[in-house]
């Protein structure tokens, strides 16, 4: 990854290799211009030690033969040999210039030798005046020398004078050089160090607007910056964080919205409740004129009628509060045995009712007004509808841990599609219609389910023509939730 | 406005860009600090000849140098010129003696007839085996023991003029003979040619005088033999650079008309006054096939080739440019 270190490492190293190559270019070109000048330096020296030397080698033969002695002697010897060297060194010079004058040069050294050998010889064979007449020839041929050595130079300035203008040029040149080159280094660090500083500090300013928008509320603006170090990847989780906040405060938004509906649904349903509480008429008023009329049928001696009358009382007072808690399966079957007795004096010899009950299942809790709504139904499609009536087979069995409640009847049955509709509770034809209790089956089903928690509470067979079975499968212990 | 900066910005880059690029293309493209080649320590080239004279920078020698320098290419010698100004003896025999000093292979000089260089001449260059030729001027040999001369025959040019003047004299009159007071070998011979050709007219008398070197002294001269003797007809003059000076003192005194005036010198002033008729007659002289002829002479003597050498000399072309034949 890009990192903002890495790109300020590069930086100075970019800054610190072109300030390294400048240098080496600098110095390279200054170190062979040193050694141009100590060549020529060198050059000069050389041929004036030449001309020194001749100068000194006269100067101690002109000792010598004033005063002779071996030390003076030894001196012009060590002077000699000094011009010799010298005169090696000299002959290394020579180029297309000096090339004559150079070798008339050394040849001239090579005469003044021989005039001092001479001169010390003939002085040593006490012939004082040629050695006197060759020490003169050696003093003229050393004025000579010097004088030659100037012509030389001479030479040497005229030759190297292109050379000489050429290196004062290069140095006029190197100083404009110096200066363009710093101008536009400055230029271009300048505006590079711009750029660099802005690639850093852009994202950083738009990564702190976002920040500014985002505090003052608008979670909609999305962020995005085209960096590649850490920075984007600061403003990408920054972007992340934005959008689950804005996930977050939608989803409180609707939900608080479903509420809000949810109430007002709630607030309806009670006052239609109370409207429909209203609109009936006061039960109690109805059981007492129920009871009334009961008792003055008894006393006109119309029993049955006094009977059908309390059986209505009962189921209606039942009706009127058992819906909301639990009751046991005895009080069901009670219930259920005024509801037969009711429906009896209705249908008469149609309506066959066998009771197989096992007594010691009674006492399992049911919740209220299940198993009368189911008979009802029974009786509403098994024996109305035929003219013949028909038999309905109430039972009440253990088996393991539970208590089978079955309902049957002989009526026209149904197909397996109205089952699992029935089952599933997409039946909505208008429920409870034609109930006496306004209970359907579905509500039945349903309430059954809710209160054992299972979902195999209740079990339908049938077959088109053959009848209806509704098993009802009562655990024993309600488990608990 | 953005683009305008972005656009500005970039023009001084270019800019800046091109002035240093231009600098380091000057800097390094021209960067030659090679110093100038040295050569082996051997010779390359063949001999070390030297040419020395005592009129440095005179159009004669200035001919001679460039004749001299043309074979010298040619024959792959090197050659240098030395010389003195206004014949100054002191540096000219110095010349010499460096010359010798510095073995070079062979000596080229304009003879001079005095001891110092006569004794030069025999003991130090023959001492170190350098041969020395004489040109233009020459030396009698048994003096300077020189190996050869190359340059104009001053006798025969003497005769020639000799014979022009009988010729425009009518053999009649006074004949002025200027010479400088310098023994030099060619002005002797150029006399003798002269005199050898006019003591066959026994009617012309020639008078020689004998002028200095100096401007000064030439119109002084001059001045008296006219004084002296008011009938002269011709005037010679025999030595090199006196023949301007003469013929202006003349042409101040007298229509110049009058005179024959003759010179054994063709410097471009003097053929300006022969041009003007102002001269009756020069010798004109072959001082570019003297240099040239010398240096190849030397050569060849050196490369053993041109053996022996003839002691007289060899004799380059003179011509007798009279001022009636000019165009």
Redesign the interface.
């Known amino acids: 990854m890009n990192t903002v270190q890495k790109k300020i490492l590069s930086l100075t190293a970019i800054v610190l290799f072109i300030m390294v190559a400048i240098w080496f270019i600098l110095t390279y070109y200054n170190q062979k211009m040193q050694d141009q000048y100590n060549d020529i330096l060198q050059r000069y020296l050389q041929m004036n030690e030449v001309s020194e030397s001749s100068q000194q080698l006269v100067t101690s033969l002109n000792n010598y033969i004033q005063a002779p002695s071996p030390s003076k002697l030894s001196n012009v010897e060590g002077d000699r040999t000094r011009l010799l060297d010298a005169q090696l060194q000299i002959a290394d010079l020579r180029n297309n210039g000096n090339q004559f004058t150079l070798t008339n040069y050394l040849n001239l050294i090579d005469s003044l030798v021989d005039s001092t050998n001479r001169s010390i010889r003939l002085l040593d064979e006490k012939n004082n005046e040629e050695a006197l007449n060759n020490f003169t020839e050696a003093t003229r041929l050393s004025k000579y020398i010097s004088e030659m050595t100037l012509t030389l130079l001479g030479t040497e300035l005229k030759t190297y004078d292109q050379f000489y203008r050429g290196m004062i040029n290069q140095s006029v040149e190197l100083k404009k050089l110096g200066v363009w080159m710093l101008a536009l280094i400055t230029f271009l660090l300048l505006l590079f160090t711009y750029w660099f500083s802005l690639s850093i500090t852009r994202p950083i300013q738009r990564l702190t607007q976002a920040a500014r928008e985002l505090s003052r509320g608008r979670f909609d603006t999305h962020i995005e910056i085209n960096a590649n170090d850490e920075i984007s990847f600061l403003a990408k989780t920054f972007d992340r964080m934005r959008i689950n906040i804005n996930n977050l405060i939608s989803e409180i938004q609707t939900k608080a919205q479903l509420e809000s509906e949810l109430q007002k649904n709630k607030l309806l349903l009670q006052e239609s409740q109370l409207r429909s509480l209203q609109s009936q008429i006061n039960p109690h008023f109805l059981f007492n004129t129920l009871d009334t009329l009961s008792k003055k049928a008894y006393l006109e001696g119309s029993l049955e009628t006094s009977d059908l009358l309390t059986s209505v009382a009962r189921l209606l007072r039942y009706n009127l509060k058992r819906l909301d808690r639990p009751v046991t399966l005895y009080e069901e079957v009670r219930v259920l045995r005024e509801y037969i007795f009711i429906q009896k004096t209705r249908f008469t010899e149609r309506l066959h009712f066998v009771e197989e009950v096992d007594e010691d299942c009674l006492y399992v809790q049911i919740p209220g007004l299940t198993i009368q709504p189911i008979i009802e139904n029974a009786v509403i499609h098994a024996i109305e509808p035929l003219e013949e009536g028909g038999t309905i087979t109430f039972r009440v069995r253990k088996e393991d841990s539970d208590v089978i409640v079955e309902i049957e009847d002989e009526g026209s049955g149904m197909s397996e599609d109205k089952i699992s509709q029935i089952m599933e509770d997409r039946f909505s034809s208008q429920e409870g219609d034609g109930h006496s209790t306004g209970i359907g089956f579905g509500n039945v089903i349903n309430r059954l389910k809710l209160y054992y928690g299972r979902e195999d509470v209740m079990a339908i067979q049938s077959e088109v023509g053959k009848g209806t079975k509704v098993i009802l499968k009562l655990p024993k212990e309600r488990e608990a939730g | 406005m953005r683009k305008l900066v972005i656009v500005l910005?970039s023009a001084?880059?270019l800019v800046?860009?091109g002035?240093?690029l231009s600098?380091?293309i000057?800097?390094f493209q021209?960067?030659?600090?090679s110093?100038?080649?040295?050569?082996?320590?051997t010779?390359k080239t063949g001999y070390?000849l030297i040419l020395i004279t005592q009129e440095l920078d005179t159009p004669f020698w200035d001919k001679v140098e460039s004749g001299a320098s043309k074979a010298a290419a040619k024959y792959g010698a090197?050659l240098?010129v030395w010389g003195s100004y206004g014949a100054n003896q002191e540096d000219f025999l110095?010349n010499m003696?460096?010359?010798i000093?510095?073995?070079?292979d062979g000596i080229l000089v304009q003879g001079l007839n005095t001891d110092e260089f006569n004794q030069l001449a025999t003991v130090k260059a023959a001492e170190n085996g350098i041969p020395i030729f004489t040109i233009a001027n020459d030396v009698p040999i048994e003096d300077s023991l020189r190996r050869t001369y190359i340059g104009s025959d001053h006798y025969k040019a003497g005769q020639m003029i000799g014979t022009q003047l009988a010729e425009d004299l009518g053999q009649k009159g006074k004949v002025v003979l200027m010479v400088s007071d310098r023994q030099e070998d060619f002005q002797s011979k150029r006399l003798n040619g002269i005199l050898s050709i006019l003591k066959f007219y026994p009617n012309i008398e020639p008078i020689t005088v004998v002028a200095g070197d100096t401007r000064e002294k030439v119109v002084t001269a001059t001045n008296e033999i006219m004084n002296k003797e008011p009938g002269v007809a011709a005037f010679v003059s025999v030595t090199a650079n006196n023949a301007s000076a003469m013929v202006q003192e003349i042409g101040k005194r007298a229509q110049l008309s009058r005179f024959h005036i003759y010179s054994f010198d063709d410097s471009p002033e003097i053929k300006t006054l022969l041009k003007e008729k102002k001269m009756s007659g020069i010798i004109e002289q072959s001082p570019e096939m003297m240099g040239e002829l010398g240096v190849q002479l030397m050569v060849k003597w050196l490369q053993g080739e041109s053996f022996p050498l003839k002691y007289d000399g060899y004799y380059t072309d003179i011509k007798l440019l009279k001022a009636d034949e000019l165009p």
């Not at chain 2, 110093?35 to 082996?40: E, S």
């Not at chain 2, 000093?101 to 070079?104: I, L, T, W, Y």
């Open positions: 910005l001084i880059c800046l860009l002035f240093t600098s380091f000057h800097v021209n960067y030659n600090l110093a100038p080649a040295n050569v082996g320590s010779n070390r090197e240098e110095k003696e460096i010359a000093a510095s073995k070079v």
